[in-house]
């Protein structure tokens, strides 16, 4: 079984400053990891993720996050943040196994609140 | 191509009512999960259907809750005799027909912008 922990429930952060939030997880086999915004009252958006080669994955909007097998993390990281990025942030898991049926086990969320 | 497609937004029941949660896949999906989003939590997995077939329902409790996704029609999530812990945003998520392995750079699924239910 695979679970997920973000360290941090809220991150308060000055605009413009840099931001990282923390997942680690835990499983017996190999996995794909997934980093999603969720927006107030909107659904979930896939913000990047890792399946396989570079470990440094990045998104379009300036978010990057490494995966380190050693230390099982995945953390989320940003250099300069936006107001517009204040959101909630969601770190997954899914299994790689021929029996996947790609459901996500999700960590329990982060709230990143940028300050002007 | 429309997104994945939730109604309605936001639900409000009676205890002991029933309340349906509708779904419809992006076009050309066919894989439909359910997930349950309970104040201050996390996501959790609740059933992974494909057309006419429950896949993989072990997030499901074991009573008042159930879902379809029937041949012709969107993805239905029942909730019958509602209670107070039952008030939650459920979301509903798709995927294209490939496998999750097969699925490579393009593996992730798309969710809808979830239902949103008060149990009064």
């Known amino acids: 079984a695979q679970s997920v922990t973000q360290l941090d429930s809220q991150v308060p952060v000055f605009e413009e400053a840099p931001v990282e939030l923390r997942c680690n997880y835990s499983s017996s086999v190999s996995v794909y990891l997934f980093w999603y915004v969720q927006y107030p009252n909107q659904g979930l958006q896939l913000l990047l993720k890792y399946l396989s080669g570079s470990t440094l994955v990045e998104s379009i909007n300036g978010f990057e996050a490494e995966f380190n097998k050693s230390q099982t993390s995945f953390h989320l990281r940003k250099p300069s943040v936006h107001i517009s990025d204040t959101a909630e942030y969601f770190c997954a898991v899914s299994d790689t196994g021929s029996g996947n049926t790609g459901k996500l086990i999700f960590g329990q969320g982060t709230t990143l609140q940028v300050k002007p | 191509n429309a997104g994945v497609m939730q109604n309605p937004r936001h639900l409000v029941r009676r205890r002991g009512q029933e309340a349906r949660l509708r779904c419809s896949p992006m076009?050309?999906?066919?894989?439909v999960y359910w997930y349950r989003q309970l104040p201050e939590e996390g996501l959790k997995f609740m059933v992974y259907?494909?057309?006419?077939?429950?896949?993989?329902e072990s997030g499901m409790p074991k009573e008042r809750f159930s879902a379809e996704f029937p041949k012709e029609g969107p993805s239905i999530l029942r909730i019958q005799q509602v209670v107070r812990g039952d008030s939650a945003a459920y979301f509903c998520a798709s995927s294209p027909t490939r496998t999750p392995r097969d699925r490579g750079a393009n593996y992730g699924y798309t969710f809808g912008s979830g239902t949103r239910l008060t149990v009064v």
């Open positions: 076009k050309g999906h066919s894989h």
């Open positions: 259907l494909q057309k006419e077939n429950i896949i993989d």
